[in-house]
Nanobody
């Protein structure tokens, strides 16, 4: 069964850190581009960060650049999102997704959700004092 499972969300104070994990089962993650998306209450889902399948290049939304880092651990079949200096506006449900189609430009991976084949169930992040 092809599945993505996110974990690592929780409640954190502003300025704190969390590391989200996206673990795959039923397929090999390094064959896929992986994206992290988030959805805040009452808002549309938006791209946060993506990592390509070809050379591991990455892209970040301007709102998280310099604070978040996406990475892969192929041995664990897991992709991570390290989130530092968290702000209340980072609050939301975070989803990871896998795209196994034709190589896409990073700008497309972070902006076009329909190119993703598989989505996780999400993990909630709340940044509040």
């Amino acid at each position: 069964q092809v599945q993505l499972v996110e974990s690592g969300g929780g409640l954190v104070q502003p300025g704190g850190s969390l590391r989200l994990s996206c673990a795959a089962s039923g397929f090999t993650l390094d064959d896929y581009a992986i994206g992290w998306f988030r959805q805040a209450p009452g808002k549309e889902r938006e791209g946060v960060s993506c990592i390509s399948s070809s050379d591991g290049s990455t892209i970040y939304a301007d709102s998280v650049k310099g604070r978040f880092t996406i990475s892969r651990d192929n041995a664990k079949n897991t992709v991570y999102l390290q989130m530092n200096s968290l702000k209340p506006e980072d609050t939301g449900v975070y989803y990871c997704a896998a795209s196994g189609g034709s190589p896409f430009r990073l700008v497309d991976l972070i902006s076009t959700m329909k190119i993703y084949d598989c989505w996780g169930q999400g993990t909630r992040v709340t940044v509040s004092s």
